[in-house]
């Protein structure tokens, strides 16, 4: 067997073909990370501003421009480091080759992420601030897939790889696999048309004509979830949320509707017991306020009789909150004072009565 002879290596080769360009990879993408890191702290202070939960935007286009740079310092310096690389070191003229390729390929794709994020950036600064669409995840896939097939697209070209066949062909796949996926197109243009149409927002408290209710909490391709009382998540496919009947609380203005039902005896004096009862009522909603709790003050509770029931005479008690998850909450402290002031006025909510009247000469 010949054995191998290590004098006939030409070490030096050896070494500005691997071991230097290694090294410039190394320090260039150390100093990359560096640098990133920089970014992100930035990006980790102003996170809570720019990225709201309510309608107060406090974010810019600076912070739409830092947040669109995430990752760009260690591609930046990636593609440094190749340049380096490529005019420095005698390499053969094929590595230079695929080295040009890897260094298009590098600068695309990062133009093609930042220009991604800033559009995203932006689109979600303009429509927090002026409310005019929602900003859900189907928007800002949408948008991701339509700039990252562009630069898809460019790169192919740049490889001279044409892409019209692979247009053609995916147009006439396009066609067999829409027949094949119906119901999934039907979801994604619904749920296209729930954020278009305005009439449905991310953080809006519903109640569909099934029955279920809670808070929107995002619209994707396929279906919308929304959050319950209970924490629990109902999802909702966007096809059926399009055609069914919403009761949105939150629109025209920010406010659901908490109903409770009492009865009060026929011997009550029904002015004192709706005096006494919005008297509760308003001072239970100023406890919440001064709690931190958000009640919506614009407007008042209200009181409506509406029963002559067996032993009581019924009414409804509106109370209202701009938080779906403060009406248990409104509720159970309501029930409570209420229960309390009317011991106190002697306004008596009777127990349930029923006379049993029996023939005597029937026995």
Not at 89 to 118: D, E, M
Not at 207 to 232: A, K, P
Request: aromatic share 10%.
């Amino acid at each position: 067997m010949p054995s191998l002879d290590l004098t006939a290596i030409d070490y030096e080769y050896l070494f500005d073909l691997l071991f230097l360009p290694a090294c410039i990879l190394i320090v260039a993408l150390s100093a990359g990370i560096i640098v990133n890191r920089f970014v992100n702290n930035y990006i980790a202070q102003h996170t809570e501003s720019f990225y709201p939960e309510d309608d107060n935007v406090t974010g810019n286009l600076k912070t739409v421009f830092i947040n669109a740079l995430r990752g760009v310092p260690i591609s930046f310096c990636l593609v440094a480091g190749i340049y380096w690389i490529v005019n420095t070191v005698n390499l053969p003229p094929s590595v230079v080759k695929i080295f040009s390729y890897i260094l298009f390929t590098v600068n695309a794709f990062t133009l093609t992420r930042v220009l991604a994020r800033g559009i995203s950036g932006f689109v979600t600064l303009q429509l927090n601030k002026g409310g005019q669409l929602p900003k859900t995840s189907l928007l800002n896939n949408i948008l991701n897939v339509i700039i990252y097939a562009m630069g898809i697209i460019i790169i192919l070209q740049y490889y001279g790889i044409s892409v019209t066949p692979i247009i053609t062909a995916m147009g006439v796949g396009g066609m067999a696999v829409a027949l094949g996926m119906q119901e999934t197109l039907a979801n994604i243009f619904s749920g296209v048309h729930l954020i278009i149409s305005k009439q449905l927002r991310l953080n809006d408290y519903i109640r569909l004509s099934s029955g279920e209710e809670g808070q929107v909490t995002d619209i994707t391709w396929r279906f919308t979830t929304i959050t319950s009382l209970l924490g629990n998540v109902v999802v909702i496919p966007n096809q059926k949320l399009a055609s069914a009947v919403i009761t949105n609380y939150n629109m025209p203005i920010k406010d659901i509707t908490v109903r409770v039902t009492v009865g009060v005896s026929y011997d009550s004096d029904l002015q004192k017991v709706e005096d006494v009862t919005l008297d509760v009522a308003n001072k239970v909603a100023q406890k919440m306020r001064d709690t931190g709790k958000s009640i919506a003050g614009d407007l008042p509770p209200a009181v409506r009789f509406h029963t002559f029931g067996d032993s009581s005479i019924n009414f409804d008690v509106f109370l209202h909150s701009s938080q779906f998850n403060h009406q248990a909450e409104l509720k159970h402290e309501f029930i409570k004072a209420l229960t309390a002031r009317y011991r106190q006025e002697g306004i008596e909510i009777p127990f349930p009565i029923r006379t049993i009247i029996t023939n005597r000469e029937e026995r």
